[in-house]
């Protein structure tokens, strides 16, 4: 019989829930754009953003008050949010 993974089992690494202020910055964006990141982990984030239309697909990820920088890419978008994956894993 085959088991049912809920969304914490398919998940590779453990995230830490989190609520702060982030930064998209993209060659092919002029502008800067602000995102919330709501979880972490040694492979991707959760991002929540106004318009998930304006978010590239690839991008570097900027957490000025904690000085994190990664670069991005995007594997799936809701209408708030978006999930990434981290091209290199940073360390957190």
Same mark, same amino acid.
């Given at each position: =019989? =085959?088991?049912?993974? &809920? *969304? !914490?089992?398919?998940?590779?690494? #453990?995230?830490? &829930?989190? /609520?702060?202020?982030?930064? @998209? ?7 800067? @754009?602000?995102? @919330?990141?709501? &979880? @972490? ?6 991002? /929540? ?6 978010? #590239?697909?690839? +991008?570097? %990820? ?5 000085? +994190?920088? !990664? ?9 708030? *949010? ?6 290199? !894993? #940073? &360390? %957190?």
């Amino acid at each position: =019989m =085959m088991k049912l993974l &809920n *969304q !914490a089992d398919r998940r590779g690494t #453990p995230r830490i &829930n989190l /609520y702060i202020d982030g930064t @998209i910055k993209s060659s092919e964006t002029y502008e800067p @754009i602000s995102c @919330i990141v709501r &979880n @972490i982990s040694q492979t991707g984030v959760t991002l /929540y953003v106004e318009n998930v239309d304006d978010v #590239p697909d690839s +991008f570097r %990820l900027h957490l000025e008050h904690e000085g +994190f920088s !990664a670069e991005c890419i995007v594997v799936w978008r809701s209408k708030t *949010q978006v999930g990434v994956v981290f091209e290199s !894993a #940073p &360390n %957190l």
